[in-house]
């Protein structure tokens, strides 16, 4: 590729649209992650950054499309801190304790400065049927099988006794957004209690 | 008191002011329910019911005013459909099977157009603190209070085996509201699953 003349400016600007789009899209995590995603708006994220209005819209066009481009950076910064991280170790029981410790570590930090992206958003688009909610319920239902597959593989490796994969994947989600919201508000012992019930739930493994 | 007259102008006045304002902020529940309590503004409710903004202003004054009037509403409504109902029956296991049902029967129906009133707006307010916040924080350690209170009558009528209350609260709690946001975006199966959990939970209970 030409790094002069007409292909070489254009490449840069594709370049530079791109790494815009992606600190927009950060930045609409962050605010997300606080006030929810209606709170991400063109307006709000050019004030924010102190960018042009038009320019963001360029870049995005409509809300909708710009709150699934916080979805997608929500989905791929969640997977560095803590899918990534757990699928280094081996798979079954030490990955799910892998997966829950890197998950609480990511709202303990937290990550995003308002806790559980997936917690927020989730909650506030479930009666708003629609391309984000779509992207999020796909997101949650990646999570609750990434989980259901580690259980499967404990019980087959006999790490832990024959269970209900989905119900206990299920309950670990449920107890770790449960806690992320208490943290959220200040009751800090909820994520102990969620860790409880992990340990309960893995409670055949050997230690 | 007098019925007629200047006392009587001024106690019909009030009845009306009383009533308008139930009336609002019961509606503001329902939006609340589906947008969030961020959604609830004197503007907005103003233009769905029809009257001035001047009128709803008069009756609550700010916007958090009007958010906290909400809160009250959603915990009287939440009293009537869930509580008052398993009240009824007698304490410990037969209760708390009796909370359980009512707050399923509670989503399902929904009393609440957007699903559990809590679940949205809990997750919605976890990071911001405020008047609105520790409404909504005292309103689920009621909850949670008054699961774990059933669940310690039970223990010590012997229905169940010693249990952490707290943590078995935590975890009711969890597994339902995940159930509820399940529900909103179509998994019924999740109801089950809740179901389930509880059960678990109260197994060393006589059936």
């Known amino acids: 590729m030409s790094t002069t003349g007409e292909a070489g400016t254009t490449d840069g600007r594709l370049l530079r649209g ?19 995603l209606e709170g991400v708006s063109i307006g709000r994220l050019a004030t924010d950054l102190g960018v042009s209005k ?20 929500a989905r791929e910064a969640f997977h560095d801190a803590v899918v990534a991280p757990a699928l280094r170790v081996p798979r ?15 709202v303990e930090a937290p990550l995003f400065p308002g806790g559980c992206f997936w917690t927020a958003t989730l909650a506030e688009f ?21 989980l259901a597959g580690e259980l499967a593989e404990a ?20 107890v770790l957004t449960a806690a992320n919201v208490a943290l959220r508000m200040g009751d800090a012992e909820a994520v102990d209690m969620a860790r409880q019930v992990v340990a309960g739930l893995l409670g055949a493994a050997s230690r």
Chains 1, 2 share one sequence.
């Open 155 to 174: 019980a087959r490796a006999r790490e832990i006794s024959e269970l209900d994969t989905q119900l206990a994947a299920f309950q670990i989600d449920a």
């Open 18 to 36: 791109d790494r815009s789009r992606r600190t927009i899209a950060r930045h609409a995590v962050d605010v997300a992650s606080i006030e929810g």
């Open 126 to 146: 479930d009666s708003r049927p629609g391309a984000v909610r779509d992207a999020l319920r796909g997101q949650h239902q990646d999570w609750l099988d990434l």
């Open 92 to 106: 079954g029981v030490a990955r799910l304790r892998a997966l829950v410790e890197h998950w609480i570590r990511y």
């Open 54 to 73: 038009g320019g963001v819209q360029t870049l995005f066009g409509t809300k909708e499309r710009l709150q699934l481009a916080a979805v997608s950076a």
